[in-house]
């Protein structure tokens, strides 16, 4: 049995061993990339720095690509007996190297590899998590250009209030998701400093180059202080986790939506019919199952902030067992959101629209502050306008102009959504995911 980084031949119980590893060997199988790519660049440091031979470190490369190699070909696992997959890959690099691969954990705590591997791994997850939210976007803007001449009410209350547009509707999503994407640079930003060489978070007697680390690992900067490198765990995965929930919520709105308009009572969309399920007594039901568990996951995700809070709320400075359990929240969210992400874009684009709504007659009233702003404008004061239609409302004799003429930004006539797709260039721009692919790419050639 493989023996533990910080066993001193002492004798372990297994129930608590068992209690106190939890589900991380499972959870850190999505950490191993990054655990090998933060090795290759920690030791190309300690080269620098006369920790290591120029013969050990390209055997100790060698032996961590091929390492690599095998995480991504799926043949990587954490061996019975291991505690983590930091223990599995030193254990791996010294049954080939030998006391060589000793040598990849001087200048490292196991703090600051979890912390880097989580760092790198939320890097990679939010490059994806953009690129659905994109997809996403572009699905939404297609079609408020294509549907944006089809009105349809706008409620306040949900009471009738107003005339809307598909073109607004799904715009508003669009736009909803530029913002949500301010949210996850900002978290992008925070997670994108290199804490490596923190070690357990007060730093190390080593005259270790952090700088060269976080130029070979592709960070935009590095956490200076090493002891707030170590306060950021936690913070890290509640910040990002804000970001996510806040996509959740525009997920978790549309598909309030979508159900809604869908119902018979409305009818205002039509889902595609493999995105509905039937009822086991009901011949007629067509059920939005897809969107209700769409609801239901990201409301489940909007909770993540405050279930990773509640876990490091009232914690000190220093590293303490605690954070762990934030693994176990924080790593599937990214899957269940993406999954999300990918099934509202393929039901938005498949979407049929009712263009025939405003024929029914309960949708004439909706256009009384029209009636009210022409009177306005030919000259009578606002409020004789709006008692005027008010009365005419009452006696049964108003006569709806549906002919709707907004101009002004954002209106029905005037969507913007060249400005708005505009925004989400300059955000998507402004990740430059490009440096760290490219840092990264070099650390494995």
């Excluded at 059920?287 to 209700?292: C, I, K, L």
């Excluded at 954002?410 to 721009?429: A, F, V």
Aim: aromatic fraction near 8%; proline fraction near 3%; charged fraction near 25%.
């Amino acid at each position: 049995m493989a023996q533990k980084l910080w066993d001193k031949n002492s004798s372990i119980n297994k129930t608590i061993e068992t209690f106190t590893i939890g589900s991380d060997k499972e959870l850190d199988r999505f950490l191993a990339p990054y655990d090998v790519l933060g090795s290759i660049a920690h030791i190309q440091m300690l080269k620098e720095i006369g920790l290591l031979e120029a013969g050990e470190l390209e055997m100790l490369r060698k032996g961590l690509k091929e390492i690599y190699a095998t995480i991504q070909e799926g043949g990587f696992r954490i061996e019975e007996g291991v505690e983590d997959v930091h223990s599995q890959i030193e254990l791996m690099l010294t049954r080939k190297l030998g006391d060589i691969g000793k040598k990849i954990h001087s200048g490292r705590s196991r703090n600051d590899q979890v912390l880097l591997d989580l760092k790198l791994f939320t890097r990679a997850q939010i490059r994806e998590t953009t690129g659905l939210v994109q997809h996403l976007f572009h699905v939404l803007l297609e079609q408020s250009e294509r549907n944006k001449e089809i009105l349809m009410p706008g409620y306040t209350h949900l009471q009738v209030a107003m005339p809307s547009s598909f073109g607004l509707w799904f715009g508003a999503y669009a736009e909803s998701l530029v913002d949500d994407m301010a949210f996850l640079l900002a978290a992008y930003r925070m997670c994108n400093k290199n804490p490596l060489g923190s070690a357990a978070g007060y730093g190390s007697s080593f005259p270790l180059d952090r700088t060269m680390t976080t130029r070979l690992l592709g960070f935009d900067t590095l956490n200076y202080n090493v002891v707030y490198a170590q306060m950021g765990r936690g913070r890290l995965e509640r910040n990002v986790a804000f970001a996510l929930a806040s996509i959740a919520g525009t997920l978790s709105k549309l598909a309030y939506d979508a159900c809604l308009f869908n119902s018979q009572n409305f009818g205002f969309i039509k889902l595609p019919d493999d995105c509905t399920t039937g009822s086991s007594i009901m011949p007629h039901k067509k059920n939005p199952d897809v969107f209700e568990l769409i609801r239901a996951k990201c409301n489940k995700i909007q909770a993540l902030p405050q279930q990773i809070m509640m876990i490091c709320n009232n914690l000190p400075s220093g590293y303490f067992r605690d954070l762990q359990i934030t693994k176990e929240v924080y790593i599937p969210a990214f899957r269940e959101l993406a999954d999300c992400l990918e099934i509202t874009a393929y039901i938005i684009h498949e979407i049929k629209v009712n263009p025939d709504i405003l024929n029914d007659s309960r949708y004439d009233l909706m256009f009384s502050v029209e009636e009210v702003n022409r009177l306005v404008q030919g000259g009578m004061p606002f409020r004789d306008a709006y008692k005027k239609v008010g009365l005419d409302i009452e006696a049964g004799c108003f006569v709806p102009e549906k002919n709707i003429r907004h101009t002004h930004e954002g209106s029905i006539g005037n969507l913007c959504n060249d400005q708005i797709r505009q925004q989400m260039e300059q955000l998507l721009q402004a990740f430059n995911f490009s440096k760290a692919t490219q840092a990264e790419e070099e650390l494995l050639k």
